[in-house]
């Protein structure tokens, strides 16, 4: 089917999620755009979509097969995946193991500062508000999500952190923090199954090379660091892809 044909349920910064032909699955679509600071700064990189379809299709595979349902089907082409449309909670959950980025800037921390235990923090998915900081009684309050949910996602974003750091810790990458998003699904036993959804890819991760310190990741662009591509490159060729 052509892109221009397909109905769009939903146009983000970086994909688009189409309809399918089965109601409960969506296309994930994967752009070439490029944002930072909220949306401040902005381009299209070309094929950027492309390396994060791949790459993202192999990390949810890799989560999968540790036992994490993950919204993620199958890739069907070089830009586009199948996925089971979920309703996003609109949390983003983010890992960190080394300081670097907002938290820097917020507690006046050294760069690159190791965290005794991985923290884990939420922000509140509103671009408008620039995504502001949120706790645990603040998603409550909000009905963002209760307890119980709030407890899973913790423990669901900490084992994603043991796969992810293995899977790059095996290829001269060290795994600085990233994001996830989770969404809910019914099924049979559960209405509320809560899943992974979104995407794993430089886009949203910090990726150092080991060695040189390199950044592999979206600060390329945040902070004009060099070729975006190039890292993104990297990335998929040691994690042994390659673009068909
Ligand atoms: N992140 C993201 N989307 C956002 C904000 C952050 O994917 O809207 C990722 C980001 O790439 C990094 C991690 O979450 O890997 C932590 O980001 P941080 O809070 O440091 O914000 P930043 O300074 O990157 O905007």
Same mark, same amino acid.
């Given at each position: 089917m052509n892109s221009s044909i397909k109905k769009i349920v939903y146009e983000g910064k970086a994909k688009i999620l189409y309809c399918s032909s089965d109601p409960k699955i969506l296309i994930q679509h994967f752009k070439d755009d490029a944002t930072a600071n909220n949306a401040e700064k902005h381009a299209i990189i070309k094929s950027k979509g492309i390396l994060n379809n791949f790459i993202s299709e192999y990390l949810m595979s890799k989560i999968e097969d540790n036992g994490i349902e993950t919204h993620f089907i199958k890739r069907i082409n070089q830009r586009e995946q199948l996925i089971k449309k979920v309703e996003i909670i609109p949390i983003e959950l983010v890992v960190r193991n080394k300081a670097s980025g907002s938290i820097v800037k917020r507690y006046n921390l050294k760069e690159s /500062? *190791?965290? =005794?235990d991985p923290l884990i923090e939420f922000f509140l998915k509103d671009d408008n508000l620039g995504d502001p900081l949120l706790n645990e009684t603040h998603i409550i309050e909000f009905k963002l999500a209760n307890y119980e949910e709030i407890k899973l996602m913790k423990s669901l974003a900490l084992k994603i952190n043991n796969i992810l750091q293995n899977i790059f810790r095996n290829i001269g990458? *060290? /795994?600085?923090d990233f994001k996830l998003e989770f969404g809910r699904v019914g099924d049979d036993k559960n209405k509320d199954k809560i899943i992974l959804a979104d995407e794993i890819s430089p886009d949203n991760c910090r990726l150092w090379? $080991? $060695? =040189?310190? $390199?950044k592999l990741d979206k600060d390329i662009f945040r902070k004009n660091l060099g070729n975006l591509i190039d890292g993104y490159q990297e990335v998929l060729t040691r994690l042994g892809l390659k673009l068909i």
């Open positions: /500062l *190791e965290f =005794t990458i *060290e /795994l600085i090379d $080991k $060695k =040189t310190r $390199k």
